[in-house]
């Protein structure tokens, strides 16, 4: 079974910034099936990335995803309040599998 | 615009069964794979289970042995039991769709329903 391991557990960053998260999976995985979420307080997880880079319907282009083998990348660029939030990234290999996430705080 | 809405009860007794059921509108429940995820409070996502309409499942393996899910296309609707519950099940559940067209991403959630396990 593929374990996701997400870092930093919190990332405290200012508004303009750039925050580069981290998920690594416990093998080499297909990036295909490599996606990202965010989820605000109250709200349910919400689709960002799939396919390691593809962006979500709607998603802006400061979100993007990166990455091979074991190690992925979300970076999101000129942060702005709204962005706080929880990230988590997930892998589906015939079932789902979750990091458990990284929090961005904007200051 | 597929709308996804859990329901069933909030409050579950310990050693009960729990039981919801997320009807989907918006969309057909054909062609997707339906899952259901956890989370307790100030914790992460748990991937529970999902079912297909041909009625196969796939269950997370650490719940396995007490997970049953269900689809019923006639009412576009799928459902979940988990038997034998404590207070470690309390959480929100969220039904959501994997996407095979994207991968399999969970596309789309629903609001998430609170269960609580308590006598």
């Known amino acids: 079974e593929i374990l996701l391991t997400q870092s930093p557990g919190t990332l405290s960053l200012s508004p303009g910034e750039r925050a580069t998260l981290s998920c690594r999976a416990s093998q080499t995985v297909s990036s295909n099936y490599l996606a990202w979420y965010l989820q605000k307080p109250g709200q349910p997880p919400s689709l960002l990335i799939y396919g390691a880079s593809s962006r979500a319907t709607g998603i802006p282009d400061r979100f993007s995803g990166s990455g091979s083998g074991a190690d992925f990348t979300l970076t999101i660029t000129r942060l702005e309040p709204e962005d706080s939030a929880v990230y988590y990234c997930q892998y589906y290999g015939n079932l789902w599998t979750f990091g458990q996430g990284t929090k961005v705080e904007i200051k | 615009q597929v709308q996804l809405q859990e329901s069933g009860p909030g409050l579950v007794k310990p050693s009960e069964t729990l039981s919801l059921t997320c009807t989907v509108s918006?969309?057909?429940?054909?062609?997707?794979?339906w899952s259901w995820v956890r989370q307790p409070a100030g914790k992460g996502l748990e991937w529970i289970g999902r079912v297909y309409i041909s009625g196969s499942t796939t269950y997370n393996s650490s719940l396995k042995s007490r997970v049953t899910m269900s689809i019923d296309t006639s009412k576009n609707q799928f459902s979940l039991k988990l038997t034998s519950v404590t207070a470690a099940d309390t959480a929100i559940y969220y039904c959501a769709r994997g996407n095979p067209y994207i991968y399999f991403s969970l596309d789309v959630w629903g609001q998430g329903t609170t269960v609580t396990v308590s006598s």
């Open positions: 918006g969309d057909s429940i054909n062609n997707y794979f």
